[in-house]
């Protein structure tokens, strides 16, 4: 072989540079994720603001829509005069996440999501739910399995509540086009139904969507960094909002060791733009520690003007309960998901079931 | 090589794929596409880098796994290796830039030939082994310029990619008992310009 080894000799192979390396392994993990993006699967959903996630099927449902109720324009006002430590729940919250057991083969989560929207032709509005119940294998391999239930529309109020009775307590609402709301077998035939749903269930063998970090495929989640320096680093858009954005969606939605979660909430209590809004009440009527920002992105249901979103915490057990779009014009609840449970554990309830 | 390795460590069993298996899965799952990056963009750049040069290997090494990324559905596990596969696909870019090899081998030749010069005389001991080697590489530059294409093809995947016959076959998709022919006709001419003597060795060619 000494004919080879000549030409070895003669044709030396040059360093390959970390650098090179890296930049190499961005251009193609931009390929990956466009492919994501063009079979127009789940993970698209997030690819739009550099960040795929977890809890695809919440994500696609997450919302809530125009109330004419003044619910909320007292808490408001706290956005804007909240003491300058206001944020310090979230370091509260961060210490509490972190010591929040994290393993298991299972990640799953329960999350409500409701939307709000008034009824056709009337002044009252409806809020409806569904509730989506997420397992997630923490093997890539592994099948994810969805509950989907659809709770219902009602009045969102009692003074709704008023008004819907006036007008014959009906149980189903027709609308002229597609109807508002979530998105229901009924949604395209303009209805709108009063009555809870059977539960669906169903798994789904799909690409690793927790994986797509702003556009940085992660083949583990232990591949995150767990300081929010290191988070920033890999969630940081050009544009703040888009961090915090980024930064809410991973303290939501994604399957992360707690060290990560607790980084997410120093990382949020760092970003400008988050103002604290004091002790309010999540779209569930739960207790909890409130920021509220300008979102990067548009509520699913159209709303002609702007909003403020707002993530409700509950700093003692460092869990994120809701985050809700409220119109920043009179604070009224548009759109939100809430956390029911999330949790590590061996057992997945559904698997099996299907 | 060692990247090669590297990845089917301990901690992570799914590292532990075959490469056949990672591409496979990596068709449902696209990101896992990029284990096969970390597991040969040392090689494949080596390769490049090898054949062209570090520019051209800085610039060309992700497009070869850009390529293998659009095309892992077409790869056929009973038609070999991916490690094969990939060298295919960097041998189909190389052909794009042959006045670039052509060039560096040009510069090969005229760098040994420049380096026989009486300037470099100044310690005869050295020198010696240093011109022998010097004008055996100016003579399997200009060799290996001198080839065509398609059988400098072969040779490099032999030689640098270390390929067996049947995966050189399958990367230039040709018979196989060109492969044969072609590599023993070739390696013939390398061995006479090299003079029979291996000069870098200091040692007969068997």
């Known amino acids: 072989m000494d004919d080879y080894r000549a030409l070895r000799e003669l044709l030396p192979a040059p360093p390959l540079s970390p650098e090179v390396e890296r930049a190499g392994r961005e251009l193609l993990n931009a390929a990956i994720a466009g492919e994501g993006v063009r079979r127009g699967r789940r993970a698209a959903w997030w690819s739009a603001l550099g960040l795929g996630l977890a809890g695809a099927a919440a994500a696609a449902a997450l919302v809530i829509v125009p109330s004419a109720v003044p619910v909320a324009p007292p808490q408001q006002q706290h956005s804007v005069h909240a003491a300058p430590d206001g944020k310090r729940f979230l370091l509260v919250a961060a210490t509490s996440a972190a010591s929040v057991p994290d393993s298991g083969t299972w990640w799953g989560s329960t999350l409500v999501d409701g939307r709000q929207f008034r009824a056709p032709g009337q002044g009252y509005v409806l809020r409806q739910t569904e509730s989506v119940e997420t397992w997630i294998p923490a093997a890539p391999e592994g099948r994810t399995w969805y509950r989907q239930t659809y709770l219902g529309a009602k009045p969102a109020t009692p003074q709704d509540e008023a008004a819907w009775r006036a007008d014959g307590a009906p149980a189903t609402w027709t609308y002229e086009r597609a109807a508002p709301g979530l998105i229901t077998k009924d949604r395209s035939r303009g209805l709108v139904r009063a009555a809870p749903g059977k539960p669906e269930t169903h798994s789904t063998e799909d690409w690793d969507f927790r994986v797509v970090l702003a556009g940085k495929p992660l083949t583990k989640m232990n591949d995150l960094p767990d300081t929010p320096e290191g988070l920033r680093t890999l969630l940081g858009a050009p544009d703040d909002r888009a961090t915090v954005d980024n930064a809410a969606r991973l303290l939501f939605f994604a399957p992360v060791s707690s060290e990560t979660r607790a980084a997410a909430y120093r990382l949020l209590a760092s970003l400008p733009g988050v103002d604290a809004v004091g002790p309010v009440t999540d779209a569930l009527g739960r207790p909890g520690q409130a920021v509220e920002y300008r979102s990067a992105e548009y509520p699913v249901t159209p709303y002609p003007g702007e909003t403020r979103t707002r993530l409700v915490i509950d700093p003692a057990r460092g869990t994120p309960l809701s985050i809700e779009t409220r119109s920043l014009a009179d604070g009224l609840l548009l759109e939100f998901t809430a956390i029911q449970d999330t949790r590590w554990t061996n057992e997945n309830p559904l698997e099996g079931t299907k | ?206």
């Open chain 2, 1 to 206: 090589m060692t990247v090669n390795v590297a990845s089917a460590g301990t901690s992570d069993p799914a590292g532990a794929l075959s490469d056949a298996a990672l591409l496979e899965l990596s068709c449902r799952r696209p990101e896992r596409f990029g284990e096969i990056y970390d597991r040969y963009i040392g090689e494949i750049h080596a390769y490049l880098g090898r054949r062209l040069d570090r520019q051209a290997a800085d610039d060309l090494a992700a497009e070869v796994f850009l390529t293998a990324f659009r095309k892992r559905e077409t790869f056929d596990a009973r038609r070999g290796e991916v490690r094969a596969w990939l060298y295919g696909i960097a041998t189909n870019l190389i052909a794009l830039h042959r006045r670039a090899e052509t060039r560096r081998l040009a510069a090969l030749q005229r760098s040994a030939k420049a380096q026989q010069g009486p300037e470099h005389g100044h310690e005869d001991h050295v020198v010696t082994r240093v011109d022998a080697a010097s004008a055996a590489q100016g003579r399997l530059a200009a060799e290996l310029r001198a080839l065509p294409d398609g059988d400098r093809d072969v040779l490099l995947l032999s030689a640098l990619g270390e390929l067996s016959h049947e995966e050189v076959a399958k990367a230039l998709d040709i018979p196989y008992g060109t492969v044969g022919s072609r590599l023993s006709r070739v390696r013939k001419k390398l061995r006479a310009a090299l003079g029979g003597v291996n000069p870098l060795n200091g040692g007969t060619d068997g």
